[in-house]
């Protein structure tokens, strides 16, 4: 069987950072998160299942991924975690060709939209997946399984997402690992539609030092830093709380503040990491001073960094042409600026890619 899926990636507004230490190898995580599932950027995946032993054979953006490579160390621990759950895959020859469709300029890679595609086309394919093929919850687990992030690029209706810890770290100790791993899902709060008004803006950002992979980053923050339990109990009980309410209750100012607040409290619990941790260089920090110049009478945008220099700025329509020339004076190059929507999540196609 084969079956192809579009997946879109998504941006974090209340970031994942750190896996609960009782469960993190099927990347149950120590606190919640949300974010917008976006329109522009996405994944294409075909997946093929054939009956037989158990093979992968994996092709990403026209590269053969062969095992001493490092996305290949990211693939097959995927499926033998999926193994662990549901063992008739090992009654399979997998074939997977996959594709980002993200501009050049925005420059992001993803491993969101990535396994979210990955996870949806192999529902599709394997007949044995029949039962969950349509259950937004049970296949987000499963791309979950993959890489944290994807979990929220799974639900149909993409929008506001929520991703559940599902397991509070101090009671690990209740739950097994399937229990735990059911725990943890994602599911959408508000619908694309009445988010229609947000304007989502990616930069490109040069790079500067070497990156630290986030895979590696929240484990040594979880490791050696000594407030993060702080951040997550205060994450957990109270900003995730207000930034729904305020995106509920249509609350702009209150939103924007507590984007940036998100970001900045994930980049300095990175900083207070030993050693320490730096994804921001001074064209990101640039972007920083000048949003909040820009916000100096009223709050009308906000930043947000994932693991990298690459800003993400939110505002709204009305204000997005002043935003965008704001961000051209200081990266001089409108290839590196990308205006985006918020979006519907994944679905399924019949142009195979091979
Ligand atoms: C900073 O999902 O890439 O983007 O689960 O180890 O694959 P793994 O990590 P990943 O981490 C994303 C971290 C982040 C914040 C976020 O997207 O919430």
């Given at each position: 069987m084969k079956a192809t899926v579009i997946a879109p990636t998504n941006i974090a507004i209340i970031k994942y950072w750190g896996k609960n230490p009782t469960f993190e190898n099927i990347h149950v995580p120590n606190k919640s998160s949300l974010s917008f599932t976006v329109q522009k950027l996405t994944t294409t995946t075909t997946v093929e299942a054939e009956r037989g032993e158990f093979e992968i054979e994996f092709t990403l953006n026209g590269k053969k991924i062969t095992a001493?490579?490092?996305e290949a160390k990211y693939v097959f621990k995927f499926l033998n975690n999926i193994k662990k759950f549901?063992?008739?895959?090992?009654?399979y020859k997998i074939k997977v060709v996959s594709e980002n469709n993200?501009?050049?300029?925005?420059?992001y890679a993803s491993s969101a939209s990535g396994f979210a595609a990955f996870a949806r086309a192999l529902v599709e394919a394997v007949p044995e997946f029949e039962d969950i093929r349509n259950d937004d919850k049970k296949v987000s687990i499963l791309a979950r399984l993959g890489s944290g992030s994807a979990t929220r690029s799974?639900?149909?209706?993409?929008g506001l997402v929520l991703w559940k810890r599902g397991v509070d770290p101090e009671t690990?100790?209740?739950?097994?690992e399937k229990e735990a791993s059911e725990r943890s899902y994602a599911y959408t709060l508000i619908e694309p539609e009445k988010l229609q008004d947000l304007s989502i803006i990616y930069t490109k950002v040069n790079e500067g030092a070497k990156k630290i992979k986030s895979r590696a980053g929240m484990k040594s923050t979880v490791q050696t830093n000594p407030v993060y339990w702080n951040w997550i109990r205060y994450e957990e009980a109270h900003l995730l709380k207000e930034t729904i309410d305020a995106l509920q209750n249509n609350e702009r100012e209150k939103l924007l503040n507590n984007i940036m607040k998100a970001s900045n409290g994930l980049h300095s619990m990175c900083l207070y990491t030993q050693p320490s941790i730096t994804y921001l260089n001074d064209t990101s920090k640039l972007i920083m001073h000048s949003i909040e110049e820009y916000n100096?009478?009223?709050?009308k945008a906000a930043y947000t960094f994932d693991a990298g220099p690459n800003a993400v700025i939110f505002t709204y329509k009305e204000y997005e042409k002043e935003v965008k020339d704001l961000l051209l004076n200081i990266l001089?190059?409108?290839?590196?600026i990308l205006s985006t929507s918020v979006g519907e999540g994944p679905r399924k196609t019949d142009n195979h890619l091979f």
């Open positions: 001493e490579m490092k549901y063992p008739f895959l090992n009654n993200f501009p050049t300029a925005a420059g799974v639900p149909s209706k993409g690990s100790y209740l739950y097994d100096n009478d009223e709050v001089e190059d409108e290839q590196k």
